[in-house]
């Protein structure tokens, strides 16, 4: 298996602009996960998803943030408009079930101008 | 919700000495303890993993403990060299919570020749 497969490694997007992240989790996997890093905050869980249903996006900064699981392959975390402080890198990770090793994908460097 | 706090941010050991990195947590039923290590420009990987029915467990140079009745746990690498140089984050989940993990802050570690 190649991994947590994410896309595009290096987005640079203009304020107001829409942006789309995904992310491709490992086969047989039933969590996937959404962080957010920077320096200020760490990694932060923006949403989680088990067997494709969100269970918590408590994380989710705002409305302007969205994500979606539509099969047990693909992910979408989108932001729209996007502004300079969403810049920062996302990664996805998946797990096989819980208290499990999490698999990170090689994350997005969201660039907002 | 869960709370981890990590020290030090920053370490700076010499080459062979070991490196010791503080974390607690706030959710006394949180039973999974993981320890990522994050090399620069790259993923959080897994390194070590400790669950609450175990006092301490070593994997070579790497050792983790935990102590559930203080709610605190803490990573150990003996014999430090330059390629342990990284960001290392510490992180808690439990059971009823899926794999939602809560990480740390992040403590920059740096072995100098």
């Known amino acids: 298996d190649a991994g947590v497969i994410q896309s595009p490694r290096h987005e640079v997007t203009e304020m107001g602009q829409e942006v789309t992240l995904r992310c491709k989790p490992i086969s047989g996997h039933n969590s996937l996960f959404w962080y957010r890093q920077t320096m200020m905050r760490g990694l932060e869980l923006l949403i989680y998803f088990n067997n494709n249903v969100p269970i918590d996006d408590s994380g989710m900064p705002e409305d302007r943030f969205s994500a979606k699981m539509p099969n047990a392959s693909f992910s979408t975390l989108k932001i729209q408009p996007s502004e300079p402080r969403d810049s920062a890198v996302y990664f996805c990770?998946?797990?096989?079930?819980?208290?499990?090793?999490?698999?990170f994908g090689q994350g997005t460097r969201l660039t907002v101008v | 919700g869960e709370n981890v706090e990590q020290h030090p941010s920053t370490l700076s050991v010499q080459e062979g000495d070991s490196a010791v990195i503080k974390c607690t947590y706030s959710d006394s039923a949180s039973n999974y303890f993981p320890w990522y290590k994050q090399e620069l420009g790259k993923r959080p990987q897994l390194i070590i993993d400790?669950?609450?029915?175990?006092g301490e467990k070593k994997d070579q140079r790497i050792a983790v403990t935990l102590n559930k009745t203080a709610k605190h746990f803490s990573l150990h690498i003996t014999e430090t060299q330059p390629e342990d140089s990284a960001v290392y984050f510490c992180a808690a989940s439990k059971d009823n919570a899926g794999n939602m993990l809560t990480f740390g802050g992040g403590t920059r570690l740096m072995v100098k020749p």
């Open positions: 990770a998946s797990s096989l079930a819980a208290n499990t090793e999490a698999f």
């Open positions: 400790i669950r609450s029915n175990v």
